[in-house]
């Protein structure tokens, strides 16, 4: 049974910075037993990152569109599991107004990180939360999940200008604040195939490049990546092959 003590304790074996800012996609149940459940992981999280910046995903892509256009900030649930939905309804968190990819923050600068992201049209523009990650020089830790949910590889796409993957036309939606106040965001839209799925290909690269390496969190796998590094790596990659996730087969040895 895994205890705050021992997630903290093998966080410091992660050799984290917890003076930085750190992003976390997970899935709970690839954790194993934890005493406290959810709450206990975010607990250690939490005191690990005490003195930096702990970012989760709190997106809600999955049911915000054209028929369904209110991303609620206050309560609009996260569609991408348990640790970001409890996350986001802690004292102290500031969610983003991004209405389909929001992020909820904890700790110094969390209004600088998330004050700009309803000023943009598409998903993860460069001035946005997801591009910030990169000039903060973060550390996204995957957490019993693959490259497949590392939503930071989709800012890297559109910051080169990958063709094809978002919308020509935007999506009239809306995000609504805790008082009532509406505010339009018109929104192109991740298109085409199911490009994320393909993102496993680059894990080899990344390791072998020093961007990413492998450790435990409880029973969990995870993937310790260097926001910048893995921009820099996929980027010239991308500059040499536009079509790198266009495919799902392995990259050619």
């Known amino acids: 049974m895994h205890t705050i003590e021992s997630l903290i304790k093998q966080l410091e074996q992660l050799d984290i910075d917890s003076k930085g800012t750190l992003l976390v996609h997970s899935s709970m149940k690839s954790m194993g037993p934890v005493e406290g459940g959810a709450d206990t992981v975010l ?30 900030v206050d309560r609009s649930p996260s569609c991408v599991g348990i640790l970001p939905e409890l996350f986001r309804k802690r004292p102290g968190v500031v969610r983003s107004l991004h209405p389909t990819h929001s992020v909820a923050v904890l700790g110094r600068d969390s209004i600088e990180l998330t004050n700009d992201d309803h000023r943009f049209d598409t998903p993860c523009a460069r001035d946005s939360a997801w591009g910030k990650l990169l ?13 497949k949910r590392n939503t930071f590889i989709h800012g890297v796409e559109e910051w080169v ?17 805790p008082d009532g106040t509406e505010i339009p965001v018109p929104s192109r839209r991740h298109c085409g195939l199911s490009w994320s799925e393909h993102f496993w290909k680059v894990d080899e690269v990344l390791e072998s490049k020093g961007a990413m390496y492998k450790g435990q969190l409880g029973d969990a796998v995870v993937r310790v990546c260097d926001a910048a590094m893995v921009a820099e790596v996929i980027t010239e990659m991308l500059k040499d092959n536009p079509d790198l996730f266009s495919d799902n087969l392995p990259l050619d040895h």
Not at 161 to 177: A, N, S
Request: charged content about 25%; aromatic content about 12%; overall charge negative.
């Open 43 to 72: 607990d250690a999280f939490t005191e690990y990152m005490k003195d930096g910046l702990l970012v989760l995903p709190t997106h809600t892509w999955s049911y915000i569109n054209a028929d369904n256009p209110r991303f609620y």
């Open 135 to 147: 000039d903060r020089r973060a550390t996204i830790l995957l957490v019993g999940v693959d490259l």
């Open 161 to 177: 200008d990958i063709p094809g993957r978002l919308t020509d036309d935007h999506e009239m939606l809306y995000t609504v604040l």
